[in-house]
């Protein structure tokens, strides 16, 4: 299979430009450590690739139906049916809620929700295509670091594709519903005892030591499955870009895949002018804000906390390529404290959507931009939920049950007596 591959993408190094062939394993540049990025060597016109996408859509089953490899030709172009390795994932919707709107000040608020992915986030689409390769390319095993969402999709797309996977997650800070399903799935999973910076460096370490094929968003080809929540949303608006696009920024995978689709979609002319990013850290594991205060004049690490541990990221991987994303649409980059994303997760679970608290950053960072003026009153904003609000059952149960006083958009249950008296007391006392 793989040995008929005709090429059809180089892997590029961002620092020293060395590059190496698509079929080539190396996770970073052999020659200076770099980070790799996928070049495309054909551009297909706006319309040749809509036809495409078009064509793909009304397919039901397979790989066709999958929302990343719609867009193939912008992803890897290629690959051969019978080597996808799909749940499938992506056909994520696109939602309007008054509510969250209101709350967040600009009336044209879309949330692009990727918890409707397979196993709940985002990481879906990048994994895809990620393990799509790794078997290509006969990785024995797979590895990665996560703060839980990139180790629950490793493992369900290992578990597809029947290659063993090994996790490296900070003992005690992973969200119970993504801990639950990494080893539902079936990853060999390691407490490592430190923040997921540390499990990084060694899932780095462990996977150049003993050849194992590294997974996490430094990998390429993750980027490039990413990159489709962008050309989907876009496509969902019919190619009419809209004015922001606010994501949570973590170790910084999405906002450079993010700023490489829009780069991408520009060029091959598929919308005419570039939204803005907004990437939105949560303040206690703010590097990235800090930096773009300073015109990110230096790269800054932290020792991070924050209650949306999917972001609770001090030293991330992606830094020069996200520095680029946000130049390049004139993006900004702010952070939000853990109160608001709290608040900003009440509001839109409480609209019928639902979050984890690091997808809420999003809209929590809106709404600041929006008070802050830097985002318009009449501003159409994408702002994308990164997953879904089962992932973290222990953030939703302590803000409406433990949190004392009770803030603002608790719901309290209420504890009653087997009687009819008691729903009627109830409901007389309305809805709090
Ligand atoms: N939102 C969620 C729900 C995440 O899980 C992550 C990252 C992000 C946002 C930030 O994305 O890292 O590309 O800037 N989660 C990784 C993981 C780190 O291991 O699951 P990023």
Known sequence: MSQQTQSRSRQRCEDCGNEIGELDPAAVCPRCGGLLELEHDESLDAATLMTAFVARRAAMTGADHSGVWRYRELVLPSIQPNEIVSHPEGNTPLLERRAVAMWAGVERLLMKHEGHNPTGSFKDRGMTVAMTQARRTSARAVACASTGNTSASLAAYAALAGVPALVFVPAGKVALGKIAQTMAYGARTLLVRGNFDDC?????????????HLLNSVNPFRLEGQKTIVFELLDQLDWSPPDWIALPAGNLGNTSAFGKALREAHAAGLIARLPRLAAVQASGAAPFAQSFRGGFAERVQVDPDTIATAIRIGAPASWDRAVRA???????????????????????????????????????????????GVIAPDARVVAVLTGHVLKDPGAVVSYHQETEPPPSHANRPITIEPRVSEVERVLAEGKR
Do not use: F, M, W, Y
């Not at 990084?200 to 050849?211: F, K, N």
């Not at 608040?343 to 608290?357: L, N, R």
């Open 326 to 372: 946000i130049n390049e649409t004139n993006g900004v980059v702010t952070s939000v404290s853990d109160a608001e994303i709290l608040e900003a997760k009440a509001v839109i679970d409480a609209s019928g959507v639902g979050c984890e608290p690091a997808s809420a950053a999003s809209v929590a960072g809106v709404r600041q931009l929006r008070s802050r």
């Open 200 to 212: 990084l460096r060694l899932a780095r370490e462990a996977s150049a030591a003993l050849g194992i």
